[in-house]
């Protein structure tokens, strides 16, 4: 069936004592509202329409690439309200409208589409929960023969009224047209003075339009986001699901209470994790891949039983099969190793390839680098691949060895077979084969005395 859906997104969230929109916020690493359009998007909706107000601007810019419609609720007055002023940009060739809230980022599309089914184009349906602790949320009340009659505020609840455990979760789906008419006659004769959208409960009762509810799945993917302290426990709910996942298809996680996904993490067989890394963008690690504890690793390929050691970052990057990195090095952008590649402690490489077999233990940069198979690169040896204005690159062939301690000042050559003595400084090609020194020859001062202080 054909939907329109509204997500509110205007509140100022003021809990969140932030200056950032509260659907901003991000979870997993991916805003509130962004998690709530992904479910939008999963239901097929042919028209979404997002109320901004607080941080419009900000909020609109984030959601640009959505295809969604903006309205603007200035100020905000409630969620009938902020519906009131989506009800120009709803198309009317749908029969359902969803309103979903911006604030609630575990929606799953198919309790959603449970809701969808239960209003059909003639119910108004709401999706409740039952919570031992309702405090805060509107409560279901039923009439004597189980009919919902009405949604009451938590403020304007009676004590009797306070004792229901079903709550409203803030999502409804009601027939386009009823919908209109309702949200048009809302009142604010309440203890806020706000325009409440589950007012449309009591009028859909006096209409004699039937009320249908569906039940949340779980507590989880209807809980609201108002605090930091809710947002981390979301988090927390959510990697853990997100661990149970990967468990599932056998991934070996050290700790699933101390594992961070933001974004995609596809494994081969007989992946380990250690404790407290944390994986964004896409990544992927293939079979028998073992990553140690405090890992940050973004956008990245690591190919089959490559060993990455605690404290290494990856971002942008490309670890060849057998691979050893890390401890503590950093792999930037554009860095691709080839198979059986060891980069050790304190060693940065950035869009940089290192062919098969080639080292960089400690202490050292690979910048704009180019580096052959089998080659040794010393510690404490860099690349200078930046003239102030410009990125240079280095060549270094086969079988190179370059000792410690050495600057290779870019744009150079060093031939394959090349040896480079420690401490050098090469601003020009080094020969194929050949040992090359660039440094002052060490010289013994004979007679040479140590000064002594003077009286
Ligand atoms: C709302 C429901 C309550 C329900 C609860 C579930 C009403 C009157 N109450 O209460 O029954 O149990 O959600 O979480 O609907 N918003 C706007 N413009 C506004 C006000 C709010 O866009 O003027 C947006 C907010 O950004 C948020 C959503 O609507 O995304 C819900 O608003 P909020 O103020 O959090 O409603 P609750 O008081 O939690
Ligand atoms: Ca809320």
């Known amino acids: 069936m054909a939907l329109n859906v509204v997500i509110m997104a205007a509140g100022k969230g003021t809990r969140m004592k932030s200056a950032l929109p509260k659907v901003l916020h991000r979870l997993a690493g991916t805003s509130l509202l962004q998690h709530v359009l992904q479910a939008a998007s999963a239901l097929g909706a042919a028209r979404t329409v997002v109320v901004t107000g607080h941080g419009a601007e900000a909020v609109e810019a984030a959601a640009a690439a959505s295809g969604a419609v903006f309205v603007r609720q200035m100020p905000q007055q409630g969620t009938g309200h902020a519906v009131q002023q989506a009800l120009p940009a709803l198309d009317d060739a749908n029969p359902v409208t969803l309103v979903l809230n911006g604030d609630v980022p575990l929606i799953r599309p198919e309790t959603l589409q449970a809701l969808v089914q239960a209003c059909g184009g003639r119910a108004l349906a709401l999706l409740t929960v039952d919570l031992p602790d309702a405090s805060g949320y509107g409560r279901i009340v039923r009439d004597g023969s189980g009919g919902v009659a009405a949604i009451v505020e938590h403020r304007d609840a009676t004590p009797a009224q306070r004792a229901i455990t079903e709550v409203y979760t803030g999502f409804l789906a009601a027939p386009t047209g009823w919908l209109r008419k309702w949200v048009a006659d809302l009142g604010n004769d309440n203890a806020q003075g706000e325009y409440y959208l589950t007012d449309v409960v009591a009028m859909a009762v006096a209409a004699g339009v039937p009320v249908a509810t569906a039940a949340a799945g779980s507590e989880t993917e209807v809980l609201g986001v108002n605090s930091p302290a809710q947002l981390a426990e979301l988090e927390r709910r959510l990697q853990r699901q997100q661990a149970q996942v990967l468990m599932e298809a056998g991934v070996r996680l050290a700790d699933p209470a101390r594992f961070d996904l933001r974004g995609r993490l596809d494994c081969g067989r007989d992946v380990e994790i250690d404790v407290g890394c944390i994986f964004e963008g896409r990544v992927r690690l293939a079979d028998g891949v073992r990553v140690g504890a405090h890992c940050v690793i973004r956008d990245a390929v690591v190919e089959a039983g490559a060993v990455i050691h605690p404290y290494t970052h990856i971002e942008g990057a490309q670890v060849g099969p057998g691979a050893l990195i890390g401890p503590y090095a950093r792999l930037r952008p554009g860095a691709e190793l080839g198979p059986q590649v060891h980069i050790g402690n304190f060693v940065e490489v950035k869009n940089s390839t290192l062919a098969a077999g080639a080292k960089a233990n400690h202490l050292a940069y690979l ?89």
């Open 367 to 455: 910048g704009d680098a180019t580096v052959g198979e089998r080659v040794n690169f010393g510690a404490g040896s860099i690349t200078a691949n930046y003239d102030g204005a410009n990125k240079h690159r280095t060549v270094i062939g086969d079988d190179v060895h370059v000792g410690s301690n050495c600057v290779l000042i870019a744009p150079v050559t060093l031939g394959a077979g090349a040896t480079v003595g420690g401490g050098s400084t090469i601003g020009r090609d080094a020969p194929a084969g050949q040992l090359t020194v660039a440094r002052a020859r060490q010289a013994t001062v004979p007679g040479w005395k140590r000064p002594v202080k003077g009286r």
